[in-house]
């Protein structure tokens, strides 16, 4: 199965910086990497996700680059607000047989302070 | 559409007690699975289902069953509940796009909150 980890485990910035979370994974035949944002009380949701056949995708202030030879993926959140603060995931996965049963990172807790 | 929904929000049981954990989608998703979320350990995989009448077990199965007799309900069971078992419980389904695209995105029920005393 594939191993994942997800590092820092907590992020502290104040409002206006920039935060990265990396994660890495060990299947190789991984070829998609989402990232999902939990709000407090709230189930995880789909911020942002890449292909294997792309090396980085945009949207607004957040960003993910992909490194496949090192097997990571990372999460970039410019300008951070205080609305940034909360729970964020990463889940690496290689569809096909795989499909329905994601392995998670284990988290990073991100505060931002105003 | 309601999406995923996950009923009861929050429920408070005593060791050995049963009970079931509800959960509906109204995506017509094949795929449907049940986690868990503890302080520090992500969110892991307890069962899984592929499709009405197929289920298959993940990561932390013990203690657990699960059914699928509809595409639109998975049913979460808890036979004789355990303090070890007060989490947060998620529910999430996905489907497969068509063509090759593989694109596993899970979309989340709001949680049930379970304490086992």
């Known amino acids: 199965g594939e191993n994942v980890e997800q590092h820092p485990s907590t992020l502290s910035v104040q409002e206006g910086d920039s935060a990265v979370i990396k994660c890495t994974y060990s299947?190789?035949?991984?070829?998609?990497f989402p990232w999902y944002k939990q709000e407090l009380g709230k189930g995880p949701q789909l911020i942002i996700d890449i292909r294997s056949n792309v090396g980085e995708k945009k949207d607004q202030r957040i960003a993910v680059t992909l490194n496949k030879t090192a097997k990571h993926f990372s999460l970039h959140i410019t300008e951070t607000q205080p609305e940034d603060s909360a729970v964020y995931f990463c889940?690496?996965?290689?569809?096909?047989?795989?499909?329905?049963?994601?392995?998670f990172g284990q988290g990073t807790i991100l505060t931002v302070h105003p | 559409n309601a999406g995923v929904t996950q009923t009861p929000k929050f429920q408070v049981l005593k060791t050995g007690q049963s009970m079931t954990l509800q959960c509906a989608q109204d995506?017509?998703?094949?795929?449907m699975s049940w986690y868990r979320q503890d302080p520090g350990m992500g969110l892991r995989l307890i069962h899984y289902?592929?499709?009405?009448?197929?289920?298959d077990q993940g990561e932390v199965p013990n203690g657990y069953n699960v059914s699928r007799s509809t595409t639109e309900d998975f049913p979460l069971r808890l036979l004789s509940a355990a303090p070890s078992q007060t989490s947060v419980y998620f529910c999430?389904?996905?489907?497969?796009?068509?063509?090759?695209?593989?694109?596993?995105?899970?979309?989340f029920g709001p949680g049930t909150r379970l304490t086992v005393l």
């Open positions: 995506m017509n998703h094949e795929y």
């Open positions: 299947d190789s035949a991984s070829n998609y």
């Open positions: 999430a389904s996905s489907y497969l796009p068509p063509g090759t695209a593989s694109t596993d995105t899970q979309y």
């Open positions: 289902s592929v499709g009405a009448g197929i289920t």
């Open positions: 889940a690496p996965n290689a569809g096909g047989t795989s499909y329905g049963k994601l392995t």
